[in-house]
């Protein structure tokens, strides 16, 4: 059986609203499909910053008939082709992530239109659209607009690069003149699967994206002889350490705050 992902799981909630509606959609024959469309901002965003091309955001609510009407018209000839080259993008009103996502331009309902420009611009319009007053906003795109309230706490995956070796770390963070960041676990601590869950978080990952990322199982005594270079001695701890060979270190373990805190303390020094 395959595994629903938790943003393809629907809010118990709202199953019975997103079950009539999709019943609803099978009965008009398909009408609801828009091909070639990304339901992903993340993968929109890195879309657009491997392209350069400008993002059409359609912001939607499946039970809305204004909304149906706004995807009647995406779906008309001109609209098409005039958004053929853009990176196009739907988002849902029942998705708590996109809600917060389509906040930073000022949109808090749906039908909406957002048209996010490679220069970090964007243009909007809200409520019931024609075909034309859609081709109208992609005109006014063309030129720069306003710069969207960023919101740093929007839920984004966060990605580690975990190498796994610390001679095989350092040769890298030497390598690339980058600091080091060491997570020193044990997998039978409760408390270092905590700290597992506060790096995490987001606002912790973009305070380590540009670190080399090293994670050492206690379990391995290569593992424990060599932190004790930095005086630890048990697991959990983190350790930055900054291309110079001078470190701190952070034991226990911690809130996102106080993590993204002893980081940004460290790299300053």
Not at 88 to 93: A, D, F, G, Q, Y
Not at 126 to 147: F, H, N, T, W, Y
Not at 205 to 216: E, K, N, Q, T, Y
Request: charged residues 25%.
């Amino acid at each position: 059986m395959n595994e629903v992902s938790p943003r393809d799981r629907p809010e118990p909630r709202r199953a019975v609203r997103i079950a009539t509606a999709a019943a609803l959609f099978f009965t008009c024959g398909g009408c609801m499909s828009l091909g070639g469309w990304v339901n992903d901002y993340v993968a929109a965003e890195k879309q657009q910053q491997r392209t350069r091309q400008d993002v059409l955001i359609f912001y939607k609510d499946y039970l809305d008939v204004t909304s149906g009407d706004v995807h009647t018209a995406l779906r008309a000839g001109r609209v098409k082709d005039a958004t053929d080259k853009m990176v196009r993008c739907v988002l849902v009103t029942d998705y708590e992530p996109d809600r917060a996502y389509v906040a930073q331009f000022g949109v808090l309902r749906a039908p909406a239109l957002i048209v996010l420009r490679a220069d970090g611009t964007y243009h909007a319009r809200v409520g019931p659209m024609s075909e034309q007053e859609i081709l109208d906003l992609l005109e006014q795109a063309r030129s720069a607009g306003e710069l969207p309230r960023r919101d740093p706490f929007i839920p984004r995956p966060v990605t580690y690069r975990w190498v796994h070796s610390l001679p095989a770390a350092t040769a890298e963070a030497r390598r690339t003149r980058r600091p080091l960041l060491i997570f020193y676990k044990w997998w039978l601590s409760n408390q270092s699967l905590t700290v597992q869950r506060t790096l995490e978080q987001p606002e912790v990952g973009r305070a380590a994206s540009d670190l080399v990322h090293c994670r050492l199982e206690y379990d391995y005594l290569p593992n424990r002889t060599a932190m004790e270079a930095f005086g630890v001695t048990r697991a959990p701890a983190l350790v930055l350490q900054q291309p110079d060979g001078t470190f701190r270190v952070l034991d226990g373990p911690q809130s996102a705050d106080e993590v993204v805190h002893f980081l940004r303390g460290a790299l300053a020094e």
